[in-house]
């Protein structure tokens, strides 16, 4: 790549990646057919097509930003600090921000926006884009109908009163609200929400909203994401209200304005008329810029503007909208600049002036309720909305660099604030600080003389920069308090943005989505048996071993994190109960209230007075079916093994964890795959089964089954399988010379006589932890070469085989390996 131009290499990447997301196509509807051969696939199948989801989500956001030029964005409270700086970068020789819209020219700083209010849209200001519709000149990108519903669920995270709020509704609510909703679905898809799009949402509200996503994640989202584009508007509304406590007030604002999209006809931009910005007069009108006209929704004051959507780059026909609804759906007002800027770097490189979170602090958004402003949401939606705005971006990797002033102008805002800087970092700049070391810090801190330190005296940022990172690795910092100042950062900015960066990250990136599409979803269900590779099997044991050894200090967090909770577990049994019905064990959560249970009892009862007594226990007084069928027992135990399969899939994707282990994130992968290969050699299923079917009818209560699931699990992590193999048959341990892994301490022999009654001790005390780990991590390497031939692909037939072949090189052609 390094012969080609700029633009051809954008070129290139934008039909590699495209043919990731083609490739991804057609993986989804293979796993669909397959899955139906393969009991194996199938118990991963849902699991690892919200997988291949959200890489296509990535791979489609990857495409279309590497054909745009770089961009570089200015966040904060401060707005009259990113109005100086856009000014003293992208000004003309006069030193205005001079546009021309429908052949009237206008400076933006004195004419548009003269007060420096923060705006409640992003504004671009560029030099790569004119005015072609005289009539209608100002551009405007609108949200879509997901979005909506990110903001509306942003709202309710972030309103003081939902801590008051009851919690999450429980599993029995969720599934019955699902139910009612799946007798509405349509027989075919109704325009506005995808599948992919419904993953995004949730991989959005997962980073937000950690206290309530994992009870949503098992019940609410696998059947959301299939159900929420066969639903109308108003069923979707009733659908996503889940998200947002179900508040009437926000349900109807999400059907108020996914109506108006839909009106539009789902248009991405529209075209609107200069008095959308200004009067008669060249002067500002209030509203768009600031916002504050949504405060005039469903009334008599909000007036009436005619916009023309864009679909497919042509403009449609005239609709009229109220000027609140466009100032909600509104995401980016482009703002062409007509002439030379002063820095000749500006001629193709954007500049994005994004919101800070709740206005500007010197011009703070109300939130009372004023004559102009009935509408009881505006402030709530307008501040979610400058929240959602810098992650939409982040998403889109719209930005190369980012300019910060005054991130936030008070303490209760740094974390949020710290969230979404570190959210922009990974995204990026690199996911661990290994690969932002490749290249300079793309988040700079511009202290400028309109910054709230030097203003008020008052400095949160501190905050915001220690939950972001270290200073030099994920961000860096600059002055710019007069004219030598600018200068400087403009010097800066023309060496250091390049589109070559921007691609080279672009690069990074499409080689770690082929990687993660390729190695860790997709080739395992590829592997013929009759093409087992001892080699390569080897390689992967050395690989791990070598890996895991050097972090043994935290072997024990690793084999924790292996197991499922023992609170997931026991919904899992309560959800399969709902389902299936009457239970056949002990599922109250009082126990002794609802299944007159004595508090202080022993488990049995027996009638003292009676002649030929039978002996109950307590748990068969609360009314459990005594059927011989075992039918919850095996139910559950197949719930159980596919949870845990898919719990143990899901590990790599947990950065806290993989960091804690400092272990790289493809030897957890390869691990993670290892395991659940030895757990389908072992019969790991049917051991739980077993288990399960042996239970007694005292021992049928909930936690009871849960204990013996869990034991088998963990027998299976602590010794895997190897427990049950004869001593002789295991491998040499490494550490104890000698003898076998996990082989029984021998007893010292003792002669206890009159005067020696103490046994002597070893001069060394005796390292069992260290012999533990060293022999399991000798049981692992053995583990793998005894899994050759048992992987994912023994199920899947020949044509089946070849298919996914052609498909794996569609991701990942030969010549890209």
């Not at 921007?502 to 590829?526: G, H, P």
Request: glycine share 6%.
């Amino acid at each position: 790549m390094k012969s080609l131009t700029p633009k051809q290499q954008s070129t290139q990447l934008n039909h590699q990646l495209q043919s990731v997301a083609q490739g991804v196509d057609q993986a989804i509807d293979w796993v669909e057919l397959a899955r139906k051969q393969s009991e194996r696939l199938d118990i991963e199948a849902d699991r690892l097509i919200v997988k291949l989801r959200r890489h296509r989500n990535k791979a489609r956001h990857l495409s279309e930003t590497v054909l745009r030029d770089v961009a570089i964005g200015f966040f904060g409270r401060a707005q009259a600090g990113k109005s100086y700086l856009i000014s003293a970068l992208a000004s003309d020789e006069d030193g205005c921000l001079g546009t021309a819209f429908g052949g009237r020219q206008l400076d933006y700083s004195s004419q548009i926006n003269p007060s420096s209010q923060s705006a409640a849209l992003v504004t671009r200001f560029t030099r790569q884009s004119e005015v072609k519709n005289t009539a209608w000149p100002v551009q405007l990108t609108l949200l879509s109908e997901v979005d909506i519903a990110r903001i509306l669920a942003t709202a309710f995270l972030h309103d003081p009163r939902q801590q008051e709020r009851p919690q999450t509704p429980d599993e029995r609510y969720i599934n019955e609200h699902l139910k009612t909703l799946a007798m509405h679905r349509q027989s075919e898809a109704v325009a506005g929400v995808s599948s992919d799009d419904v993953v995004a949402l949730w991989d959005a509200l997962s980073r937000q909203d950690r206290r309530r996503q994992p009870r949503l994640e098992a019940d609410f989202w696998p059947m959301a994401v299939e159900l929420a584009p066969c639903l109308s508007i108003d069923d979707r509304a009733s659908l996503f209200s889940i998200l947002w406590g179900e508040r009437s007030e926000l349900t109807a604002a999400y059907r108020h304005f996914a109506w108006t999209l839909q009106y539009l006809s789902g248009a991405p931009r529209v075209l609107a008329p200069l008095s959308a910005l200004v009067d008669d007069n060249s002067q500002p009108t209030n509203g768009i810029i600031d916002g504050t006209s949504l405060g005039r929704l469903h009334s008599a004051a909000d007036p009436v503007i005619q916009v023309r959507p864009v679909i497919n780059g042509r403009a449609g026909k005239i609709l009229e909208l109220t000027l609140a609804e466009l100032t909600m759906l509104s995401v980016e007002l482009l703002i062409p600049l007509r002439s030379a800027t002063r820095e000749p770097l500006f001629e193709h490189v954007d500049l994005l002036d994004f919101p800070g979170f709740g206005g500007d602090f010197n011009h703070p958004l109300r939130s009372d309720a004023t004559p102009l402003a009935p509408y009881a949401l505006a402030h709530t939606l307008l501040h979610a909305k400058a929240m959602f705005l810098l992650e939409r971006y982040t998403d889109n990797q719209a930005m190369n660099l980012l300019m910060v002033s005054t991130a936030a102008s008070d303490r209760t805002e740094t974390r949020a604030v710290g969230q979404a800087l570190d959210y922009w970092v990974r995204q990026t700049q690199g996911e661990s600080a290994q690969i932002r070391s490749r290249r300079k810090p793309g988040l700079i801190w511009v202290l400028t003389a309109h910054d709230q330190r030097v203003v008020q005296g008052k400095n949160h940022d501190e905050a915001v920069q220690r939950y972001v990172g270290n200073p030099g690795d994920a961000w860096g910092s600059m002055l710019a308090l007069d004219k030598r100042g600018t200068a400087r950062m403009a010097g800066w900015l023309t060496r250091e943005v390049r589109r070559e960066v921007k691609l080279e990250r672009i690069d990074e990136q499409l080689s770690e989505l082929r990687r993660e599409l390729v190695d860790n979803l997709l080739s395992s269900w590829y592997q013929p048996t009759n093409s087992v590779d001892p080699a390569s099997k080897q390689r992967i044991a050395q690989t791990l071993i070598k890996g895991l050894q050097a972090r043994a200090g935290v072997h024990g967090e690793l084999l924790e994190r292996l197991l499922p909770a023992r609170d997931d577990l026991r919904r899992l049994y309560l959800q399969l109960v709902q389902t299936n019905g009457r239970p056949r064990v002990d599922v109250p959560e009082n126990a002794s209230a609802l299944s007159g249970v004595e508090p202080f009892g022993i488990g049995i009862s027996i009638d003292l007075f009676d002649d030929a007594p039978d002996v109950a226990s307590d748990s068969g007084a609360s009314g459990i079916a005594t059927d011989s069928d075992g039918g919850h027992e095996t139910d559950y135990a197949r719930q159980v093994y596919r949870y845990w399969i898919n719990h143990l899939r899901s590990l790599p994707d947990n950065g806290p964890l993989v960091e804690l282990l400092g272990v790289a994130k493809p030897v957890i992968e390869m691990l993670m795959e290892e395991l659940i290969t030895a757990s389908f050699r072992l019969n790991i299923g049917h051991a739980l089964q077993d288990t399960l079917a042996a239970s007694t009818h005292r021992e049928r209560d909930v936690d009871r089954l849960v204990s013996r699931v869990l034991t088998v699990l963990g027998d299976f992590v602590a010794w895997l399988g190897f427990q049950q193999m004869a001593e002789a048959l295991r491998p040499e341990s490494r550490i104890n010379r000698g003898q076998k892994i996990f082989a029984k301490p021998k007893s010292p022999a003792i002669n206890l006589d009159a005067t020696n009654r103490l046994t002597r001790l070893a001069p060394t005390p005796t390292n069992n932890t260290a012999s533990y780990i060293y022999d399991w991590l000798v049981g692992l390497s053995e583990t793998i070469v005894l899994n050759a031939g048992y992987a994912g692909g023994s199920e899947i037939n020949r044509n089946q085989r070849k298919q996914l072949g052609a498909i794996l090189q569609q991701i990942k052609p030969d010549d890209a390996a």
